[in-house]
């Protein structure tokens, strides 16, 4: 299984290290990038270890939780592909 990183997901990585380095903290925004970077490897080797996102209820829409973020990946015949990282009190929603 290929892991790979969708344009959206990487924004959203740039965005969190962008507030943690206007907060004067870079290295917690690096920290937190890296650390889910990192988590999201299980999944070349276990695809399904994420819930199935409850907004959804899509089998191939999946998330890893990483306190406080919410990792969203599309799980497909040969590759797992992150596609968002979202606080996890935020509420998500299907592009029309």
């Known amino acids: 299984m290929e892991l790979r990183i969708a344009q959206s997901a990487l924004k959203d990585l740039l ?9 004067g903290v870079p ?6 990038v890296a650390a889910i970077l ?8 276990h695809p399904d270890a994420g819930r199935i996102v409850s907004e959804f209820g ?4 999946r998330e890893l ?15 797992v592909v992150l596609i968002r990282v979202w606080r996890s009190e935020r509420q998500l929603e299907l592009p029309e």
């Open 15 to 23: 965005a969190i290290q962008e507030h943690y380095s206007e907060a």
């Open 58 to 61: 899509i089998n191939h829409i």
């Open 27 to 32: 290295h917690i925004g690096n920290e937190y």
């Open 65 to 79: 939780i990483h306190s406080p973020f919410r990792v969203v990946y599309l799980r497909q015949e040969t590759e």
């Open 38 to 45: 990192e988590h999201a490897e299980i999944l070349v080797r």
